[in-house]
Structure formats: C-alpha cells, structure tokens
C-alpha cells in the first residue's frame, strides 16, 4: 500500500536530484533536498484538510488529483506563480520575466519580496476563512470544548467569519501602511494594495467555496434518491441500480482543492527566496516536496486515517489559523521559515496524540 501511493514521489525525487545536480552539480542537488523538506514541513496540515476533502472523491478524481492536480501544483505554483508575480509587480511581460529570473536573479527575488505584502494578503484572508469556517461550525466531535463549544454558539450569527476576516483584514492593511510611511513608503498606496489583495483572496473562497459547496449538496441529494432506488428495486427484486452524476461536484470540489494547495504554497514560495533565488532549482525542490504532500494525502483517504483519529482535522485547521495569521503578520515582519513549519507540527503532533489518547480510552471503556 505504501509502495503504491508513494511510488511516484519516489520516482520524482529520483528525477528531481538528479536534474539538480545536471543542472548546476551537486550543490544544487543537495538545495533540491532542502527545498523539498521544508515544503513537506510546511504542507503536512495541507495534506491533512485535503484528504478531509478527497475522501469524498471517487477513485477517478483522485487520480485526476495526483496527476493534473500535481502539473498545476509543480508547473503553476512553483514555476510560474513566482514569475507572474514579478511580471505584475514590475510591469513586465511574462517573457522578460522568465529572462530576468534566468540572468538577473537578485533583481528578480528583490521583486518578488516587493510582491509579499500582495501574496500575504490574498493566502492569508484565504486561509483565514478556512479556519473560521469551520471553528464556527457545530461539530458532534470537539478537541479543545472548553474553545469550540462557545465559537460554535457565535457561529449561528450569519456572515460572522466574514465580518471577522474584514476586521483582520482592515486592521493588518492599517498597520502595513503606518509602518510603510515610516519607513518612507506610500501610506495610500501600501494599504490599498494588502486591501485589494485581501479582498481578493476573501471573494476567491467565497466562489470556490461556495460553488463547490452547492455542488456537494447536489451529489449527496442523488446519493439520497439512489439509495431509495436501491431500497425499492431490492423489494422488487431487481438488480439495477441508478448511475452517479458526480461529475460538475467532483469538478468544483477539486477546482477547491488546487485553490487551497495554492495558498498552503505561498509559506513555501516565500521561505524558497531565503535558500536560493534560482527559479529552476526551487521549482525541482518544491515539485518533490508537493508530489510528497499528494501522496501522503491520497494515503490518509485510503488508510481511513482521519476516521481513526479524528482530532487530526481539528489540527490542521488550526494550524491554518496560525498560518493565515503568520502570513498577514509577515506583511510587516519576517518571521523565520522555521517557526511557521514547527507550529504546523506541533498542532498537528498534539491533535495525533490527543486521538491516541481517546481510541485508548474508548477501548478500555469497551
């Protein structure tokens, strides 16, 4: 089972290292390998909420999501994202970019770091909505009660968690201008760019969001009519069964999914600059670190993990929280590549630990 989930992530390391080290030798191979770790580091609590989501997906859509999933993944966020961000932030075509990044390479990082405020503004607002959504929502299983138990109470106020994310989002684009004028910045100019950035990262979950959501609704009113079908022809005694119509929510579902390995992908984008500003090595070391993130997630639906231990998805979805907040705060100040993947882990680790700890209790009980 392990072989046959990871087998392709084994095969793009191989590939990946030794690209690397053709490319540039064997320094390059061993920045390869550090790129890949810290985007595995980084995307262990996105792999966790995807696997919530794929696990609704039939084995098609999964397979879709390992292969076009993993191309938009690698060739999208780690290859061309950077370099739209440049060629937006500097004025450039997408042609002079891709040179620029080739031939001038600390010119084309001081680019991207210009860009940040607008990449942290947009994943950050994104992410935000993640977490507020679902620490808003009733759950019959809670990890930390003594918390979700009243958030889930403010969570039948409607449009709570947008007028929240507004509050932040407002408050993160006062703060980054005040501290732009200091440091002889546009205050106008540096707040209205976090502000339309945010709001664009706010309305891009809302779409995709909700598209999918409604979409998920369709699917599981069909499951609904095609159990009673079954009821009934199992009374008639006939074998036929009616044919799924999972496709447009399976679409809108995965189309969610690339969105949210997106903004998961920004920490790891960003964090790339601090080890190289070599477009063509970050694209390796982070396309093996992503492969790892798909295949782990494919292995958690098809192991039943999250069934097993279900604080795990609490976790994750606070680990987003510390993520969207980490990244809106970096709007300002840097904050070491390091500390964002360690809060991942140890919210993730204590949510494992906590599930341990109740299956145990649960099989002493029984």
Known sequence: MLWKTFRWAF????????AGVLYDGWTALGIVAILSVLEISLSFDNAVINAGILKKMNAFWQKIFLTVGIVIAVFGMRLVFPVVIVAISARLDPWSAVHLALTDKDRYQELVTDAHPSIAAFGGMFLLMIFLDFVFEDREIKWLGWLERPLARLGSVDMLSVCIALVVLLVSAVTFGAHA???????????????????????????????????EQKLEDEEEREQEAEEEARRAGRRDTPVKLAGKAAFFMFLYLEVLDASFSFDGVIGAFAITNDIVLMALGLGIGAMYVRSLTVYLVRQGTLDDYVYLEHGAHYAIGALSLILLVTIQYQINEVVTGLVGVVLIGASFWSSVRRNRALRTAA
Not at 11 to 18: D, F, K, N, P, S
């Open 11 to 18: 095969a793009v390391t191989a590939l990946g290292l030794a």
């Open 181 to 215: 004028h200091q440091h002889g910045g546009t205050h106008a100019d540096k707040a209205e760019t976090v502000l339309l950035a945010g709001v664009a990262g706010l309305i891009t979950y809302m779409v995709v969001g909700g598209l999918s959501g409604f979409f």
